[in-house]
């Protein structure tokens, strides 16, 4: 049953082994996907490309409704999964952070990476500033630990707990969610098309064929 003991079936170096193999797919993946460009990323911000929302949240429900399948079929021990303790008032704040880091620098933290892999000059400056950022949060945080660990704390809470609904309704309507979303996005892609520079930037239908004719005249 999942998930295995990596350190029985490969040795001490099982679980690195893994999160290399998944990470290394995690960013071939996104740059697929196209986000190594920053550009393509901060236009989420924008309102006229929703790449980003289209793309994670795909990742999200196919996840979601994969992981319920495994656990109901008796392949996968959701005991077993870990799951990270939540705070509230520490997650709003950094939430809030990294948008702003986002919409400024036009990278997030793994796709920083994806675009420094790929030898862009902006992504690597963005990864050198968030492995700075890490670095002083990490020399700074006894001072406001009580915020950090306090404000908010929820230990470990899951949205099937958090609603007191089973975990396949809950799965089912993150898929209803995102295909709302999908729906939302289209909207949104129409309504502010205006705004997407490369749109702006190509000749309008049928101007190329004017312009030569206008040339030809004056000849």
């Not at 990470?23 to 911000?45: I, K």
């Not at 008796?74 to 952070?97: C, I, K």
């Not at 920083?112 to 500033?129: E, H, M, Q, R, Y």
């Not at 089912?172 to 520079?197: K, N, Y």
Request: aromatic share 10%; with cysteine.
């Amino acid at each position: 049953m999942a998930p295995p003991d990596l350190v029985a079936a490969l040795g001490p170096w099982g679980p690195h082994l893994a999160a290399f193999g998944a990470g290394t797919a995690f960013g071939f993946v996104l740059e697929r996907a196209g986000f190594g460009d920053g550009r393509r990323l901060a236009a989420q911000f924008y309102l006229h490309d929703q790449r980003v929302l289209r793309v994670m949240f795909t990742a999200i429900a196919v996840a979601c409704a994969l992981t319920l399948a495994a656990a109901a079929w008796g392949g996968l021990d959701l005991a077993r999964v870990e799951v990270p303790a939540t705070y509230l008032g520490s997650a709003v704040v950094g939430g809030l952070l990294l948008g702003m880091g986002f919409l400024v620098g036009g990278y997030c933290p793994g796709t920083s990476i994806v675009a420094a892999a790929t030898l862009k000059a902006d992504g690597a400056l963005f990864l050198l500033g968030a492995t700075l950022g890490a670095f002083a949060f990490g020399e700074t945080v006894d001072g406001y630990a009580d915020f950090y660990e306090g404000a908010g704390a929820r230990g470990r809470l899951t949205l099937p707990e958090w609603l007191g609904l089973p975990p396949g309704v809950v799965g089912l309507g993150v898929v209803v969610l995102a295909l709302a979303a999908f729906a939302g996005a289209g909207w949104l892609e129409r309504r502010f098309a205006h705004l997407d520079p490369a749109r702006a930037r190509a000749p309008a239908p049928g101007a190329a064929g004017q312009d030569a004719a206008r040339d030809d005249g004056a000849g």
